[in-house]
């Protein structure tokens, strides 16, 4: 597979209208690769470097990998093209703490060029990231109506989702853009 790099910020319109729609983040830590659907991220700049910020549950298995290193990718489908329907399913809703997520998928990994962790062929637009700064949210800080819509207490259970848990705010230097083909 042949990477064509291009600059992340002549995509950010792409980016941007893929993400409510759900794009991956995939991590790997100890050779275990895991990716995620996340619907909320930004593409900017911070401190004068291009950066993608994504936000991660304390109880996703994503996050306790970016933990024990943090890089990301970001995979984005083309413009025009939604997540793939089974890639959403499996990717949105289980956790990689009991599936593997890449195998059931039958995902086509390919190695980072800059970081150690894959894009994935069948989302093209990837974008490579390492972190810069990260911080959880601050729960005093979140209006009231959002908690109880995005954090509701009763819902704990990390397995089912565990909408309780606040947000880890990883804001990553983007490294490496590109499109596999």
């Given at each position: 597979m042949e990477r064509q790099h291009v600059d992340p910020f002549?995509?950010?319109?792409?980016?941007?209208q893929a993400n409510p729609g759900g794009i991956l983040l995939t991590t790997k830590a100890g050779?275990?690769?895991?990716?995620?659907?996340?619907g909320w991220g930004l593409i900017g700049t911070l401190w004068g470097k291009p950066t993608f910020?994504?936000?991660?549950?304390?109880?996703?298995?994503?996050?306790?990998?970016?933990?024990?290193?943090p890089e990301f990718t970001v995979n984005v489908?083309?413009?025009?093209?939604?997540?793939?329907?089974?890639?959403f399913a499996v990717a949105g809703t289980k956790s990689g703490r009991s599936v593997d997520k890449v195998a059931e998928l039958g995902l086509t990994l390919v190695d980072g060029s800059t970081v150690d962790v894959p894009a994935i062929a069948?989302?093209?637009?990837?974008?490579?990231?390492?972190?810069?700064?990260?911080?959880?949210?601050?729960?005093?800080?979140?209006?009231?109506?959002?908690?109880g819509r995005f954090y509701p207490a009763d819902v704990t259970?990390?397995?089912?989702?565990?909408?309780?848990?606040?947000?880890?705010?990883?804001?990553?230097?983007?490294?490496d853009s590109y499109i596999v083909r």
């Open positions: 002549e995509h950010a319109n792409t980016i941007t050779g275990e690769v895991n990716t995620m659907v996340i910020t994504a936000f991660v549950r304390t109880s996703r298995h994503t996050h306790a990998l970016l933990e024990k290193n489908p083309l413009e025009g093209e939604r997540l793939n329907r089974d890639i069948e989302v093209p637009l990837t974008l490579e990231c390492k972190v810069m700064y990260q911080q959880l949210m601050d729960k005093g800080s979140v209006p009231e109506d959002i908690q259970d990390i397995d089912k989702g565990g909408n309780c848990y606040y947000h880890v705010i990883y804001y990553g230097e983007i490294v």
